[in-house]
């Protein structure tokens, strides 16, 4: 390794871009390359499941050529260049028969979908949306089709079946839990999500899970446990992420949930860092964007020479079904208290509050989302 070496970037996600964003504006010099797997273009994650609601297609949704976020950021990009392998001892990133040297290594790995292994023959008809290429994939096999099938009802499952009925599509939703989005919101919350998204025309089965998907006609059907069977031309599976981590394993770098790192966001082993989805910070796995943007600001000073610790405040996160408008601010796993609901109809105001009164998390929903600023700022901060 020399001085001169670069400050190696691996990912080119919201994370990627943010923190080298954040590195130019300390320094505009210090040589860094991203290394992605993908095309490198920029866009923002969040507006995938926004595609038919605001009229844009995949090329719509991109921000910025791989080329002018080079430009912009005065970095190297390589792209549909995949990482291999590690090797901390010499401070060498394994690319396939290619090694490339870092001065300061960064994990922007993301999380991979969580893939269902199911019976039957009609698999290829099932699609998964987890940066813009798989979305660019999932409109071209769209076509003509009209009828989707989404499996899974957390967060992703929802926006994207609020999406698809935007765009005019008919839209099932299975999945195993007997209410949409759990461990997010509370019951309440979610039943008026529910509501709303079936006044809209999205018919959900809860409490069972897809058992096969076949082949029929130019489409599939996909057999139910309960029974009942579904007629789609596509299906979208959404059943969750899990943190990239197999990478950081086999280098010997630590990992629990997501890659170890402390709240400075290094990892285990000397100058390499993560930040985002693939990263457990300070014991927090959170795949969202305000997380992330707060890691990227710590990082970037970090790397320009003044070591920062991320301070996380609170993380609202805002769920984009218009039909039903909802934000939620989770209280901490172990927090103590119970939930203090105000209702008119699918209008819902849940706060959790300690036995003392504090508000320790929230969800709002239709016309009481208004009051998501101002409640955020009653929550005491993560990092306190
Ligand atoms: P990614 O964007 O996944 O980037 C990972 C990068 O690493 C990619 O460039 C990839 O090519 C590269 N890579 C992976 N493996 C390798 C390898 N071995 N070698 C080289 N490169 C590799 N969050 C919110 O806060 N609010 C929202 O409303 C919201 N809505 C969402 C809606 C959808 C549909 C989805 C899918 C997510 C949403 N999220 C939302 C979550 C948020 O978008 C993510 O937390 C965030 O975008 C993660 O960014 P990242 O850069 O960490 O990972």
């Known amino acids: ?138 409109r071209k096999a769209l076509g003509d089709g009209k009828r989707v099938a989404i499996m899974g009802a957390g967060l992703i499952g929802c926006e994207f079946a609020n999406d698809l009925r935007n765009g005019g599509y008919e839209v099932d939703v299975i999945a195993p839990s007997e209410v949409v989005m759990p461990g997010l919101l509370p019951d309440v919350a979610a039943n008026a999500v529910q509501q709303e998204l079936e006044n809209l025309g999205v018919r959900f089965h809860l409490g069972t899970v897809v058992d096969r998907i076949d082949r029929q006609g130019g489409g599939v059907a996909l057999s139910l446990a309960n029974g ?4 789609a031309d596509l299906v979208l599976s959404a059943v969750g992420l899990r943190p990239r981590i197999g990478l950081a394993e086999a280098a010997g770098i630590a990992t629990g949930r997501g890659i170890t790192v402390n709240r400075a966001l290094e990892t285990s082993a000397p100058d390499v860092y993560a930040l985002g989805d693939c990263a457990e910070v300070d014991g927090h796995v959170l795949l969202y964007v305000l997380p992330l943007m707060a890691c990227a600001r710590a990082l970037a000073k970090t790397l320009t020479g003044e070591r920062t610790e991320v301070r996380y405040g609170t993380m609202p996160v805002m769920i984009k079904t218009p039909c039903c408008p909802t934000a939620v601010c989770p209280p901490a796993p172990d927090a103590r208290g119970s939930w203090d609901v105000e209702q008119d109809g699918t209008d819902v105001k849940a706060l959790f509050k300690s036995p003392d009164g504090e508000v320790l998390g929230f969800a709002v929903t239709g016309r009481f989302a208004l009051e998501k600023q101002a409640l955020s700022r009653e929550v005491p901060p993560i990092h306190g």
């Not at 009942?228 to 007629?231: G, I, N």
Request: charged share 25%.
């Open 1 to 138: 390794m020399t001085e001169q070496a670069p400050i190696v970037i691996v990912g080119t996600g919201l994370s990627g871009y943010s923190l080298a964003r954040e590195i130019r504006k300390q320094d505009k010099e210090t040589p860094v390359i991203m290394v992605t797997a993908d095309d490198g273009v920029s866009y923002s994650k969040p507006m995938l499941s926004t595609g038919f609601t605001k009229g844009k297609d995949a090329g719509g949704l991109a921000q910025a050529s791989t080329e002018a976020m080079a430009e912009q950021l005065n970095v190297r990009v390589r792209t549909f260049t995949t990482v291999t392998g590690i090797d901390t001892q010499g401070h060498e990133l394994v690319l396939g028969d290619e090694r490339l040297v870092y001065r300061k290594l960064v994990l922007a790995w993301g999380a991979d979908v969580i893939r269902l292994s199911l019976e039957g023959d009609g698999q290829e008809h099932v699609f998964s949306i987890n940066d813009l290429m798989d979305y660019r994939e999932f």
């Open 228 to 231: 009942e069977t579904l007629d």
